[in-house]
Structure formats: structure tokens, C-alpha cells
DNA sequence: TTCGTCATGTAATGGGTTACATGATTAC
DNA sequence: GTAATCATGTAACCCATTACATGACGAA
């Protein structure tokens, strides 16, 4: 998740880490702000996959390799940008469509990358998620049924509350499934591009 | 959390461990299911701690002491309930009202036992919860702002769906203090009874 | 010159998951 | 008898967090 979200965020332009970070509260912002502990050594991971290379903003024809020094004591900044290999992986995981892609931890960072990804996968990520909180929500709704008079009324409530979000959740995905479904007629035969922006 | 959420549920009646699980999640479902590598590893925790004991079904008298047996091997049902200092922690827990009480994190849990918290203490943390979720709302609301204009589509809709459903909790919360206030009124001068169920 | 923010990193820790291993009980 | 579900537990792992340590740079 946070390999794609990075991968994502670089191919826009190259930023140094702090940056990184202050772009993914932005975008995927709501929930909480990621930690350096994390984001740090995931970018050493990913330098040392190859999927991207630090370059020192003094002198940006160095660029640091996978073994790059440790940089304590004298540390610079460190502009972090894609390599080819880090493109053709991200571009890989845009064309994941199997089912961990809707599940909660992941379907975030996918559909905040629906613009780059093909209408066909969207289209299968957007419908998955929909079966995925639909099979939620009647979970939820028979455990409501069968609980509604023996329990108070805080428990009634949350679980309530609760329903209704993941009510509103299905209506939104059924909206942008059949935004996706005009789209793709208007366009008519491709399936590939993106749809024109409406907003 | 799942400390506090054992005590509850063995609060009402004591149960084994099987049972517990498929009870936590019809409580505080919605999301997933709780593991057993997270659930019996927390009983022994805190049966070691003495707040929970484990009887042997089958001879209800042989409470299983602190030094249990392994029950490798030849295993048998323990149905666990809560001894008198763990009754004794679960009302600790209860009439916490710091800020972690309103934390994402806590916030479920401590809402599902609010029919036995007192009036004041679920007050304050209604709105602590409130205050935090206004705070997150606030700062997705200037993000969208600032952004509106440069990002996708995509991006758009996933940060809007986000803010609508934050301003629906922060309604949701308003709510439910503004009846908290009215039952404080009716009660008159009282603040720890719960509140007859009105549902 | 000192404070706030930018900036990079490591180490310890925590709280959960999955996968595994075992066996009892019930329904067909 | 055999499959499903009930039932208990451990071990390895994963991914993130907090706390810590360090230092540069700009503004008051």
C-alpha cells in the first residue's frame, strides 16, 4: 500500500521524503499522517529494490546508487525520483484487478490512481468493492435484525450508524459505476482511456 | 481495546473463547473478524494478570488457576469469566474520560459500553470525539479547498466521499449530545443514571 | 541567538495477522 | 465414516508506531 502510494506520488515529480509525506496526508488524508519510521526505511527498501534513486539536490548529476552512503552526520537533502524499473512497476500495479484490490487496506490507494489506470480494471476494482460492502452490509444488517430488541440503546445506535455508512459506501460505488458504464458507451468500443474530467 | 472489550462482554456473562470472538464481532462488527493469534494469547494475558479465570465445563468447581495447564494434547473447553478484581478494572476502565477515550482506536469500544458508563464521563468523551472528528474535518475541508482545482476527477470524489461522511459522523455526534443534555435535564440534578431506553 | 520548521534517519516496541497444529462434537 | 463446525492454542511474521538522535536553515 504504501509501496504503490509512494511509487504513485514520485511519478508525478520527483520529492524528497518529508514532502512525500505531507503529499500522502494530503491525498489520502482523513485517516492518520504517516511516520517517518515508516516511510523512511520503505524508502530504503524501494532504493534498494531499484525502484528509485535518491539524487543529492547540490549536485543532481550524482545520483546516489542502491548502496548509497549512510549519510549520518553531514546530511543532505534527498530528492527521491522514479527509476524505469519503478515506472514499469508502477505501471504493473495499476493493472492488478484480483480481489485484495478492494479490500479496505488497499481500495484507497487504487481508486486515488483511477486516473492512470485502465477503465476495465476500474470498472472490476469499482464492482468488487460494491460486492465486498454489499456482503458487509448484510452482515451487518441480519446481525442488526437479530439483535435489535435484546440490546441497548448505545449498541443499537453505533451499529445503526455504522449501517448507514456502509449504506451511503453502496450507493456511492453503484453512482460511480454508472458514471464508469455512460463513460465507456460515450466513448463507444475502447476501453482503455480515461474518461474526460466532468467536474 | 480488546482488553477492555473481553472485560465487557464477560461483564455480562462468561463465555469461552470461541464464543467471545464471533461475539466481538457482531458488537463492534463492521470491520473484520477478530484472530485467535490475537484472541487466546489476550486471555492468557490476562488470566495471568488475574482479571479473568478459566472454569472447566465439565467440573465447574476446578477453577484453573493463574498456572494453568498447557491442555496440549487432551484439550478442554474453558469457558473464562471475569473475577472480582477484574469487574474491578472494567469499572476502571470505564470511568476513564481522557483523550484516548475519543481516539479512533477506542472510540467503538468505549461507545459500545455506554449504557454502563456514567453520565458524564460519556458526555465528555461525545464531545472530545466531536471536537476530534471536526478538527479532521476542518483539515480536509481547507486540503479540498486548496486542491479543487489541480487534482483528477478521482481524486475529487474519493476526498468528497471522505468529507461527507465526516460531517455525517459530526452530525451523528451532535445528535446524540444534544438527547444526552435532554436526559441530563429530565433526570434533573443527577448525572450518573443511564438514561431509559428510548428506542 | 534562539525558536520553529524543515529534514533524515534508527531502534525498540506493539498489536495485530496468517499459517500451522491439534482435537472434540455434531449432522448427514 | 466423514465432513463441517466447534474449539484451543503457538510461532513466525508484518507493518506500523513511538521515541530517540541528529542536524540545516530562515526568521524574530
Redesign the pocket.
Known amino acids: 500500500?504504501?509501496e504503490m502510494a509512494i511509487l504513485g506520488l514520485l511519478n508525478e515529480a520527483p520529492m524528497?521524503?518529508?514532502?512525500?509525506?505531507k503529499r500522502v496526508l494530503a491525498v489520502f488524508g482523513g485517516f492518520?499522517?504517516?511516520?517517518?519510521?515508516?516511510?523512511?526505511?520503505?524508502?530504503?527498501r524501494m532504493r534498494e529494490q531499484g525502484w528509485i534513486c535518491?539524487q543529492d539536490p547540490d549536485d543532481a548529476s550524482r545520483v546516489l546508487p542502491a548502496d548509497?552512503p549512510?549519510?549520518?552526520?553531514?546530511?543532505?537533502?534527498?530528492?527521491?525520483a522514479l527509476t524505469a524499473e519503478g515506472k514499469e512497476r508502477f505501471q504493473e500495479l495499476l493493472t492488478e484487478g484480483g480481489p485484495e484490490a478492494w479490500e479496505d487496506?488497499r481500495f484507497g490507494v487504487r481508486f486515488a490512481f483511477f486516473a492512470q489506470t485502465d477503465a476495465d480494471v476500474r470498472m472490476r476494482i469499482l464492482e468488487g468493492r460494491r460486492r465486498r460492502v454489499e456482503e458487509r452490509r448484510d452482515g451487518l444488517r441480519s446481525s442488526l435484525a437479530r439483535t435489535r430488541q435484546r440490546v441497548d440503546r448505545y449498541t443499537l445506535e453505533l451499529q445503526s450508524h455504522g449501517l448507514d455508512s456502509i449504506d451511503r459506501e453502496v450507493r456511492w460505488l453503484s453512482e460511480l459505476i454508472d458514471h464508469e458504464t455512460v463513460d465507456r458507451r460515450q466513448i463507444d468500443g475502447t476501453n482503455s482511456q480515461p474518461p474526460k474530467s466532468t467536474t
Not at 492518520?32 to 530504503?44: E, N
Open positions: 500500500m504504501l524528497h521524503g518529508y514532502e512525500l509525506r492518520r499522517a504517516l511516520s517517518y519510521g515508516s516511510l523512511y526505511p520503505a524508502l530504503k535518491g548509497a549512510p549519510l549520518t552526520g553531514k546530511r543532505g537533502k534527498v530528492v527521491y487496506e
